[in-house]
């Protein structure tokens, strides 16, 4: 499934867990090499077990948490970013002041599929959408949303332009 709904129409998106590989294996190698040393009989001291395991549960709480934290949801009406557990931060901007929407993959993220998207305004802000799976897929969404907006911006200057002439 690409993405949550939360009512009809409206995009939810977490951080991807593909951006965080890279850190999930450094985690599992510091443990696994604990381990092999330990298997072979080498000396393997306690400060080594101990900074293995640490290395290992922040390599995966760390990630997990951004996660948990991050959602990002795009709807016909906004681009809202929300961040936080006990202080939550929204990052609001309406579809009406949205000029652009970039996407940015590096290579590595165009071979696992995911990247950011950056919404940029008017007057110069930005929303970062970062890190999350199949961005292709979700670039049309936020374009077919402008252009509902700029259809329905133009249907009211029509409108308006057929009431001031008569």
Same mark, same amino acid.
């Given at each position: ?15 991807? *867990?593909?951006?965080?590989? #890279? ?19 080498? !000396?393997? !001291? ?16 760390? &990630?997990?948490?951004? *996660? ?7 709807? !016909? /009406? ?10 939550? @931060? *929204? ?12 996407? /940015?993959?590096?290579?590595?993220? @165009?071979?696992?599929?995911?990247? /950011?998207?950056?919404? #940029?305004?008017?007057? /110069? ?9 199949? !961005?292709?897929?979700?670039? &049309? ?26």
């Amino acid at each position: 499934m690409l993405h949550d709904t939360k009512k009809s129409g409206d995009i939810v998106l977490k951080v991807a *867990r593909k951006a965080f590989l #890279h850190i999930y294996v450094l985690a599992s190698l510091a443990i696994l090499t604990t381990l092999f040393l330990f298997i072979l009989g080498k !000396p393997t !001291p306690l400060w080594m077990w101990i900074v293995s395991i640490i290395v290992l549960i922040m390599g995966v709480k760390i &990630p997990e948490l951004e *996660r948990f934290t991050t959602q990002y949801t795009i709807s !016909p /009406d906004a681009v809202v970013v929300q961040t936080g557990i006990f202080t939550k @931060r *929204r990052q609001y901007i309406t579809m009406n002041n949205i000029i652009d929407v970039t996407l /940015d993959q590096s290579v590595w993220q @165009r071979m696992l599929n995911y990247g /950011d998207l950056s919404v #940029h305004t008017f007057n /110069d802000d930005t929303i970062n959408i970062g890190s999350i799976n199949n !961005p292709k897929e979700i670039l &049309p969404h936020i374009e077919r949303f402008i252009t509902k907006r700029d259809t329905k911006e133009e249907s009211k200057k029509v409108k308006h332009n057929a009431r001031t002439t008569k």
